[in-house]
Antibody, heavy 122, light 108 residues
Framework: EVQLVESGGGLVQAGGSLRLSCAASGFAFNRYWTHWVRQSPGKGLVWVSRINEDGSSTNYADSVKGRFTVSRDNAKNTLYLQMDSLRAEDTAVYYC???????????????WGQGTLVTVSS | SSELTQDPAVSVALGQTVRVTCQGDSLRTYYASWYQQKPGQAPILVIYDKNNRPSGIPDRFSGSSSGNTASLTITGAQAEDEADYYCNSRDINSNHPVFGGGTKLTVL
């Protein structure tokens, strides 16, 4: 059974840092792109970042570029999101998600974790 | 434009058919995927590659696409289908994934 379990969320002051983890199991973690998607309270889903299978390629949404860093440890089947210089607007539930590539070369997210809440106080 | 636009809310009578739409320029090139999210839960994939259902998704869910619009259709809506629905595709400028704003579906 495919499982993604996030951890590391919590309350942090603006300007602070936090590192999220996503433990993967039930599939060959090193064969999939994985992503972080966030959802602010009462709002919609927003893509944050992605990393390729071996960690050599990463991308970020403009809103987090230069402040967040995605990485992975395939030996530990774990995805990470290092979040620095946090702002109140980064408050959200952060989900990790596994993706596949569709026939038009578009990612779709076939498995999601349950999410971890990050609250940034100003 | 890189945006995907969805109606904020749609309602349907129990057992009737409802269509949830998603509009955006990228949909002329790239297929959409659709996600269902119930309160307090993570999203789940219900449609990918325009009209493919993952294992376990009921066949009352279907997808289609025409021009700049992708649609999710629920034929014979059930009470358990009440949820938020999000479309997702690819931003034609950045090549990054992008989500629509979501549609809250109410089953009456």
């Amino acid at each position: 059974e495919v499982q993604l379990v996030e951890s590391g969320g919590g309350l942090v002051q603006a300007g602070g840092s936090l590192r999220l983890s996503c433990a993967a199991s039930g599939f060959a973690f090193n064969r999939y792109w994985t992503h972080w998607v966030r959802q602010s309270p009462g709002k919609g889903l927003v893509w944050v970042s992605r990393i390729n299978e071996d960690g050599s390629s990463t991308n970020y949404a403009d809103s987090v570029k230069g402040r967040f860093t995605v990485s992975r440890d395939n030996a530990k089947n774990t995805l990470y999101l290092q979040m620095d210089s946090l702002r109140a607007e980064d408050t959200a539930v952060y989900y990790c998600a596994r993706s596949k590539v569709g026939v038009t070369n578009t990612y779709y997210f076939d498995y999601w974790g349950q999410g971890t809440l990050v609250t940034v106080s100003s | 434009s890189s945006e995907l636009t969805q109606d904020p809310a749609v309602s349907v009578a129990l057992g009737q058919t409802v269509r949830v739409t998603c509009q955006g320029d990228s949909l002329r090139t790239y297929y959409a995927s659709w996600y269902q999210q119930k309160p307090g839960q993570a999203p789940i994939l219900v449609i990918y590659d325009k009209n493919n259902r993952p294992s376990g998704i009921p066949d009352r869910f279907s997808g289609s696409s025409s021009g700049n619009t992708a649609s999710l259709t629920i034929t014979g809506a059930q009470a358990e289908d009440e949820a938020d629905y999000y479309c997702n595709s690819r931003d034609i400028n950045s090549n990054h994934p992008v989500f629509g704003g979501g549609t809250k579906l109410t089953v009456l």
